[in-house]
């Protein structure tokens, strides 16, 4: 095995992660900004660094192991201004003051979690057994402002359905003086328990998970303003008729929330009232479902209530109700509002996101050019732009301020060891997105390739883009192995707009499997001579690891052998909001779970299939993998299973990252009867 090959490098930086910079945050005059960053492209222990805007000189404001943590900071918050922040690092609770490069211990209940310093400055809020409380930042009035009523009670955190599907993984919100906050309370008791045990240590008990199944119970979500002076007022809305919280906050204007229903097809914008009441300042509907967007609702400095609309086959942003980008243009996130400029990602074409500024009297900007997946973050005039492009599997960042100079955010990440230049392509009547990697070297004389599918396909991602992710660098490594590798992004990937996205509502396995075959043969046809037809593979993770093994069960014609990790094989064993909105409720459209189903496909196997699956993983809980191989071996299906012991959904043990694609490839080879 090579001593540097690709493999050793995914699992010595996790996909390329340490020493990149993120999380960056400009001050409020746009002096300085923080961010995180390793110190080097393997060191995990991330720290809080502020860069001059003016100088483009770094500082170090926090070092984990000088604050003597073997881990790094996750996250911080600042107050209004960027002269402090706060975070939780090793158990404890710490401030930094930026002008002075100084860190201090703020004393706090045990195991702080989600720390956030009011916009003042004066108190940090935080979570600690389930309860909210705050403490001064000067150290003292620690104190809980809510305490959980019973076990599975949580105040200020996010439930499960809010975090992995909304985009909203907070669970309060301070006002902007820091006298009160708007607080999630969240209660789970009623929502079904799973339980997680480790074969590999059978002496340590099992982990019990809150885990809402398709069909069963969600969390009790209710929303409370609580006063720093105690007192506490629950807001009131129809739970019944919508029962999802999917955004909330709190800006000059008032606490407001943004509601759904169980169907996912209505989305309330609520403004509340000092005492609880609330008042609908907007409502969407879709006989679908209505597609939440990361960032939003948001309101503008004069109150312009930012949102999206679908007309027709478009994205479009809105503000005070009025579209305000053009058709064709896809809006993906709103990523920051300043006054009255609204700052968001979108997309022309599906394989490009870029940045994109709205001001009532300027109109649209796009502020990132070329190729790529590009985002920021702008206040007090300092844009900070982050692209992503072939090549660069971590990325870009630099500071841009009119009439300076751009700086770069130093990055240590580690460059590829492979120089992965797809081909993209756009196949068949469809116009299907595809990515065509090759081995390195390869010309046509060679003759024609065994071919690897490598999709993930599904509504969550898209893998044909112009960033450079780590997946394509995994692409590039399967092609230099000897294979044609085809990355193909059917209908229900994001990017094409609402009628793309929504084709596959009610069917997730048969449109997205038909364009993995539409853009194979498509392919073929373009390139004669190239791909062997009878050697064809399919690889996958996740939804892709589904896609892989519904391919070899349904279509043993076209694919001979499938490797599938974490695959969701019984749609009634995922969560609520995720599967109800492609499936509907199970008892309302059982026969929609049934046309999902793995286990019902089982005695359909002719081909070569191997499950891949982390037996910690929480996400798509490992009774998948077991439930579709028992059903294999009830109808005499030979099949390989392999368990990963203590691996969640995306592995993270250095050995495992980097043998799993070895223990892939030798098994596609020999399925495929590859010497």
């Not at 955010?409 to 756009?426: D, H, K």
């Not at 009547?429 to 090759?438: I, M, N, Q, V, Y």
């Not at 993995?516 to 001579?529: C, K, N, S, Y």
Request: overall charge negative.
């Amino acid at each position: 095995m090579a001593t540097d090959s690709l493999p050793r490098r995914l699992a010595r930086t996790p996909r390329f992660t340490l020493g990149v910079p993120r999380q960056p945050e400009p001050s409020a005059d746009g002096s300085t900004v923080l961010f995180l960053r390793g110190s080097t492209c393997t060191d995990p222990l991330s720290c809080l660094w502020a860069l001059d805007a003016d100088s483009g000189q770094e500082r170090l404001i926090a070092d984990p192991a000088a604050l003597g943590s073997d881990t790094g900071i996750a996250s911080y918050s600042t107050d209004a201004s960027c002269a402090f922040a706060a975070f939780a690092l090793g158990g404890r609770l710490w401030l930094a003051d930026i002008a002075e490069g100084s860190v201090r211990p703020v004393p706090s209940a045990d195991e702080p979690q989600d720390s956030r310093l009011d916009p003042t400055g004066r108190t940090i809020a935080y979570v600690s057994g389930g309860a909210l409380r705050v403490v001064g930042a000067d150290g003292t009035g620690d104190r809980a402002l809510a305490e959980p009523e019973a076990c599975d009670i949580t105040y200020g955190l996010a439930e499960h359905v809010a975090a992995e599907e909304m985009y909203r993984d907070r669970g309060y919100w301070w006002s902007p003086d820091g006298t009160a906050l708007l607080v999630a309370r969240v209660d789970e008791r009623a929502v079904t328990r799973l339980f997680l045990a480790d074969p590999a240590n059978p002496q340590q008990p099992p982990r019990a998970v809150r885990y809402p199944l398709a069909g069963t119970a969600n969390a009790d979500v209710s929303l409370w303003l609580l006063g720093l002076d105690g007192s506490r007022v629950e807001v009131r809305w129809d739970h019944t008729a919508v029962e999802y919280l999917t955004a909330a906050g709190w800006d000059g204007h008032g606490p407001y929330a943004a509601v759904q229903s169980r169907d996912q097809r209505t989305v309330r914008t609520l403004a509340i009232e000092p005492d609880g009441l609330t008042r609908v300042l907007a409502e969407r509907s879709d006989p679908r479902w209505v597609e939440l967007l990361p960032g939003l609702p948001v309101r503008t400095g004069s109150g312009a209530l930012v949102d999206t609309t679908d007309d027709c086959d478009t994205r479009h942003l809105t503000v005070d109700g009025k579209p305000v980008t053009p058709a064709g243009l896809q809006v993906r996130a709103v990523v920051g509002v300043e006054g009255e400029e609204v700052l968001f990602t979108a997309s022309e074409e599906p394989t490009e996101t870029h940045l994109w500024a709205y001001l009532p009297d300027l109109g649209l900007r796009k502020l990132s050019s070329g190729p790529g997946l590009h985002t920021g973050v702008r206040r007090g005039g300092t844009l900070v732009l982050t692209s992503r492009v072939t090549g660069l599997p971590a990325g870009r960042t630099e500071v841009l301020r009119e009439d300076r100079p751009s700086l770069p955010l130093t990055s240590y990440a580690e460059l590829p060891v492979l120089a992965a230049q797809p081909e993209f392509l756009r196949l068949g009547p469809r116009e299907l997105r595809a990515a065509l990697h090759l081995p390195t070297g390869h010309r046509s004389a060679d003759g024609p390739l065994p071919v690897l599918l490598d999709p993930y396909a599904g509504p969550a991602m898209q893998k044909v883009t112009a960033g450079g992710a780590w997946h394509e660098q995994v692409s590039q490594w399967f092609a230099d192995q000897g294979f044609a590798v085809l990355v193909v992004d059917g209908r229900g990937t994001p990017g094409r707009g609402p009628r793309w996205e929504r084709t596959i509502w009610g069917d997730k396995a048969g449109p997205a499997l038909e364009d993995q075959i539409d853009g194979l043969r498509e392919a073929a046809r373009l390139r004669p001579g190239l791909f062997d037809l009878d050697r064809v593979a399919i690889r996958g993770w996740s939804y892709g690891g589904f896609l892989a093994a519904l391919a070899v069960m349904r279509r043993p014609d076209v694919f001979h052998a499938a490797s599938a990790g974490a695959t969701p094989a019984d749609p009634r064993m995922y969560d609520t909001h995720w599967q109800e909105r492609f499936l509907g409720h199970p008892d309302e459209y059982p026969g929609h779970y049934d046309s999902c189903d793995l286990t019902a496909e089982a005695p359909k196997l002719s081909r070569p299939l191997l499950l891949i699956q982390g037996l910690a993983d929480d996400n798509v809980f490992p009774t998948h993998t077991l439930r579709l191989s028992r059903a294999l071996l009830a109808a005499g299906r030979p099949h390989e299973v392999l368990p990963l012991c203590g691996a969640g959904h995306g592995p993270t043990d250095e050995a495992v990252v980097e043998n799993l694609l070895h223990h892939e490839l030798t098994f596609l080879r020999r399925s495929l009867d590859l010497s």
